[in-house]
T-cell receptor, first 109, second 114 residues
């Protein structure tokens, strides 16, 4: 059973469109991390959010941590083909990271 | 600086055999975590080692074991392989344990059990 549920599981959009990926849990986390993984590679950390209600922006990517520190979202503005990949959220508590199943994002040219 | 190195990159084993995977963390990192990644289950936490001690363990059978050496390099062993053990095995290194600091992942070892 996944502690963190990500939605949607798959997302296919045209270049230039916006997208949002959600990460939800009934557990409270001390921090939440977002990773992107490309085929044949390990996940690469994009951002860590720590404070409830926190919003972080990384160029065209906006990350939000829920007020109760149980959920998070990732919003990409004007997606590019280079944004294609598997997006994973991971919550830290009890001295370990628990990962969601991931959202596969495909950006078509 | 050099990243996390996992060897081998690919392995094919037969049911019933055992396998050992290796992970060399980033220099200075003392925490190494292992994950199993499959299409259906995503990343599942196996265990974490910090300064040669297992700090945390996931819900995997005892066939899965690991250890960490004094130079922080870690090995993972799977005995009596089953078809369901086919997966990408990832290790991640970090400065501190427990997901409190950034985790850097290796490229993984793709294990196929036939």
């Amino acid at each position: 059973t996944q502690l963190l549920k990500q939605s949607p599981q798959f997302l296919s959009i045209q270049e230039g469109e916006n997208l949002t990926v959600y990460c939800n849990s009934s557990s409270v986390f001390s921090s939440l991390q977002w990773y992107r993984q490309e085929p044949g590679e390990g996940p690469v950390l994009l951002v860590t959010v720590v404070t409830g209600g926190e919003v972080k922006k990384l160029k065209r990517l906006t990350f939000q941590f829920g007020d109760a520190r149980k959920d998070s979202s990732l919003h990409i503005t004007a997606a590019q083909t280079g944004d294609t990949g598997l997006y994973l959220c991971a919550g830290a508590n009890d001295y370990k990271l628990s990962f969601g199943a991931g959202t596969t994002v495909t950006v078509r040219a | 600086k050099a990243g996390v190195t996992q060897t081998p990159r690919y392995l094919i084993k037969t049911r019933g055999q055992q396998v050992t995977l290796s992970c060399s963390p980033i220099s200075g990192h003392r925490s190494v975590s292992w994950y199993q990644q499959t299409p259906g289950q995503g990343l599942q936490f196996l265990f974490e080692y910090f300064s040669e001690t297992q700090r945390n363990k996931g819900n995997f059978p005892g066939r899965f074991s690991g250890r960490q050496f004094s130079n922080s390099r870690s090995e993972m062993n799977v005995s009596t392989l089953e078809l369901g053990d086919s997966a990408l095995y990832l290790c991640a290194s970090s400065l501190a344990p427990g997901g409190t600091t950034e985790a850097f992942f290796g490229q993984g070892t793709r294990l196929t059990v036939v």
